[in-house]
């Protein structure tokens, strides 16, 4: 009876305890699942795909700032003259850096600030005239303007504004209030037009890298300052990326980076590939390897068996024991004899 319920309970526990193991299994299965071998390969290529995405994504950034710096040019290059006086008519000289990019369009001006003084009015009209060199300037370039590296050269006219002594006094008692606060000034600014299109060859000597502008007047002038600018005339592709920087910023860099990534992700299908055929080549000359020299090492032991059932059969005895018996032994002894080799012939064939 005690035999008997020991037997029920052991089988009520150990139907229990499989119970749970199938439910512990089937919940654990998913997990399994997740962290089999398969699944980490699949993660590590994941996040080397995320890790190369992101490098990638900035090379295409950086790239992108490289070739807006490259391929757009400065629109606005602009230099202050100063203007020399006492040596005929005023001049100055100005440098340049690698500031300038080939065939692209230039529109030059030259800016002077002139203050509204009786002399100046009385000058009429003067002459600006502007040249452009290319490397090696000189230190002090000649009135004249004449030199071997020499681009670009432009002579522009140029006059104050006119005004009649009746409007110039009721402008000046409007503006009374402005001049003594000194938010206004009595004085003019002129902007004359020098070259329009400006463009340079390629090369660097073809570029300027220094100018030279002097005031031609009869009389002496007074002029507070003077500054030349030179202004892109942008067109195209560069319009388009210097006025939508963003937009061209994010069109150009996606741009970059699909080419980028295409180009790793074959890179990477090729190397794969190769290195997967080496492999599987790699196998096989193993494997025939494997074969030949099982093939080799079967072939000297059939040559051992071989010899040793030849030395077997010319080791055998029984001729010698034919040979041996005497010519006058009668027919049972014969037999007797004969029968004793042939079961001791028999015997070191098994045993062999």
Known sequence: MAESEYTDDETEYGGASYSQMVIMDAILTPFRALVSKTALR?????????????LLLGVSGIAYALFYFRFIPAVGVGREIHLQFGDGNPWGIAS?????????????????????????????????????????????????????????????????????????IARKVLRLPLYVCGWRREAEVLEVSMMERLEFSRGTTNRPQSLRLEIQSDQEMQIYSAHVEFRARLSGLRWAMYRWRLTSFVIFGTLFWTISVASAS????ILTWVMQSELVQGKTKIKEEIERTERIKDEPEDRSY???SVKIKREDPEPQLLQSLPPE?????????????????????RSH
């Open 266 to 269: 074959l890179t990477w299908f």
């Open 96 to 168: 340049f850096e690698s500031e300038f990019v080939s065939s692209q369009p230039y529109d030059v001006a030259v800016t002077l600030d002139l203050p509204s003084t009786p002399t100046n009015r009385g000058v009429g009209n003067f002459m600006i005239d502007l040249t452009l060199y290319g490397p090696e300037p000189l230190s002090v370039l000649p009135t004249s303007g004449e030199a071997q590296n020499r681009i670009m050269r432009s002579r522009r006219p140029a006059i104050m504004t006119y005004n009649s002594g009746l409007v110039d």
């Open 306 to 308: 071989m010899t040793e």
């Open 329 to 349: 032994a009668d027919y049972a002894g014969i037999g007797s004899g004969r029968e004793k080799a042939e079961a001791y012939g028999i015997q070191k064939r």
């Open 42 to 54: 699949i993660y590590l290529n994941v996040i080397l795909f995320l890790g190369a995405t992101l």
